[in-house]
């Protein structure tokens, strides 16, 4: 039997590919998401790393309706006593401190130096870390026990499906909680496939709007935001929220420090912490942020949302007559 090289005339592409150049593409980590609930909020810059939320007293269920120190002009020919008021302050109003998301990135010094063509190793470990900590960042402002969305829900303003899958009566009920100039919707993508089925089974399929470039499923015109980091238990469960924001409509508010030392983007700082003896050079990046809930009708919570509900539909079919 003839050896393979003595009878191949024309160079082997598996030789020939020791003399070209691969096209690499930069390192891919499938844990990045879009992170939509960071750019619909509005971001507040605090001082010192303190934001004091100053509420006025009794304001819990007060409306316009029952203002009884105001009233309208007397009745001609009358000269009645005004009401006298004033409006009193919370003594101690709650103060918001910025929370860190930190991670100290390692690199050893001979890596970096060799191998950072075409790709700079510092600059692409740094770009991964920092995606990672933008994500803990998202899941910090709703999960966070002491700031995050799901914490500050005023218990008022929180309701329960009425079969567990989301349904358009449920949603409509948690707008009528937040009714003032609510902005979005914001729940874990099955949670918003769920009610997608649901709109589906009562015939009124949601339409849909285009943000950022991106679609998203609306209802009464409200965007359903999606976000992994919404909590969904083994058992199916999950939570949608309805959010208020902006400081002007006393919503929800991102809270963040500019000009920290090593800023790249605002809050966000990557410094240099110098070469051990063991030639590993360190980076801390740190991620200050927090979140304020300045009205307690800014956000609404429906609990109990079961996203493991599906219909049967009848399969038979009619011959065309």
Same mark, same amino acid.
């Given at each position: 039997?003839?050896?393979?090289?003595?009878?191949?005339?024309?160079?082997?592409?598996?030789?020939?590919?020791?003399?070209?150049?691969?096209? /690499?593409?930069?390192?891919?980590?499938?844990?990045?998401? *879009?992170?939509?609930?960071?750019?619909?909020?509005?971001?507040?810059?605090?001082?010192?790393?303190?934001?004091?939320?100053?509420?006025?007293?009794?304001?819990?269920?007060?409306?316009?309706?029952?203002?009884?120190?105001?009233?309208?002009?007397?009745?001609?020919?009358?000269? *009645?006593?005004? *009401?006298?008021?004033?409006?009193? #302050?919370?003594?101690?109003?709650?103060?918001?401190?910025?929370?860190?998301?930190?991670?100290?990135?390692?690199?050893?010094?001979?890596?970096?130096?060799?191998?950072?063509?075409?790709?700079?190793?510092?600059?692409?470990?740094?770009?991964?870390?920092?995606? /990672?900590?933008?994500?803990?960042?998202?899941?910090?402002?709703?999960?966070?026990?002491? #700031? $995050?969305?799901?914490?500050?829900?005023?218990?008022?303003?929180?309701?329960?499906?009425?079969?567990?899958?989301?349904?358009?009566?449920?949603?409509?009920?948690?707008?009528?909680?937040?009714?003032?100039?609510?902005?979005?919707?914001?729940?874990?993508?099955?949670?918003?496939?769920?009610?997608?089925?649901?709109?589906?089974?009562? $015939?009124?399929?949601?339409?849909?709007?285009?943000?950022?470039?991106?679609?998203?499923?609306?209802?009464?015109?409200? *965007?359903?935001?999606?976000?992994?980091?919404?909590?969904?238990?083994?058992?199916?469960?999950? /939570?949608?929220?309805?959010?208020?924001?902006?400081?002007?409509?006393?919503?929800?508010?991102?809270?963040?420090?500019?000009?920290?030392?090593?800023?790249?983007?605002?809050?966000?700082?990557?410094?240099?912490?110098?070469?051990?003896?063991?030639?590993?050079?360190? #980076?801390?990046?740190?991620?200050?942020?927090?979140?304020?809930?300045?009205?307690?009708?800014?956000? $609404?919570?429906?609990?109990?949302?079961?996203?493991? /509900?599906?219909?049967?539909?009848?399969?038979?079919?009619?011959?065309?007559?």
């Amino acid at each position: 039997m003839a050896d393979d090289t003595e009878s191949r005339r024309t160079l082997a592409e598996g030789a020939a590919r020791q003399l070209a150049n691969a096209t /690499k593409t930069r390192a891919q980590w499938g844990g990045i998401t *879009p992170r939509w609930l960071v750019p619909l909020l509005q971001w507040t810059p605090v001082e010192a790393g303190i934001f004091r939320l100053n509420r006025v007293k009794e304001t819990r269920g007060a409306t316009a309706a029952s203002s009884l120190d105001v009233e309208c002009s007397p009745p001609r020919d009358r000269d *009645p006593d005004l *009401p006298e008021t004033f409006v009193d #302050y919370e003594e101690q109003p709650r103060e918001y401190f910025l929370n860190a998301v930190t991670t100290v990135l390692d690199v050893q010094t001979r890596v970096s130096d060799l191998y950072s063509h075409p790709f700079d190793q510092v600059q692409e470990q740094l770009r991964l870390l920092i995606e /990672k900590v933008k994500e803990r960042q998202e899941g910090e402002l709703i999960n966070n026990p002491e #700031y $995050g969305l799901l914490a500050n829900a005023a218990p008022p303003m929180r309701l329960s499906t009425r079969t567990g899958a989301p349904t358009p009566d449920d949603l409509d009920e948690l707008i009528s909680k937040v009714w003032k100039e609510p902005c979005f919707f914001l729940a874990h993508p099955r949670a918003i496939a769920a009610f997608g089925r649901e709109c589906t089974r009562r $015939g009124v399929p949601p339409p849909t709007v285009t943000m950022f470039g991106s679609p998203f499923v609306t209802w009464r015109g409200l *965007p359903l935001v999606p976000s992994d980091k919404v909590p969904l238990d083994a058992a199916g469960k999950s /939570k949608i929220l309805l959010l208020r924001t902006g400081e002007k409509k006393q919503g929800v508010v991102g809270l963040f420090q500019p000009g920290v030392p090593g800023e790249v983007t605002p809050s966000l700082s990557v410094r240099f912490m110098g070469i051990n003896r063991k030639a590993i050079a360190s #980076y801390l990046i740190s991620l200050y942020c927090s979140l304020a809930v300045l009205t307690e009708d800014a956000l $609404g919570v429906l609990d109990d949302v079961d996203v493991g /509900k599906y219909h049967n539909y009848a399969d038979t079919y009619h011959e065309q007559a």
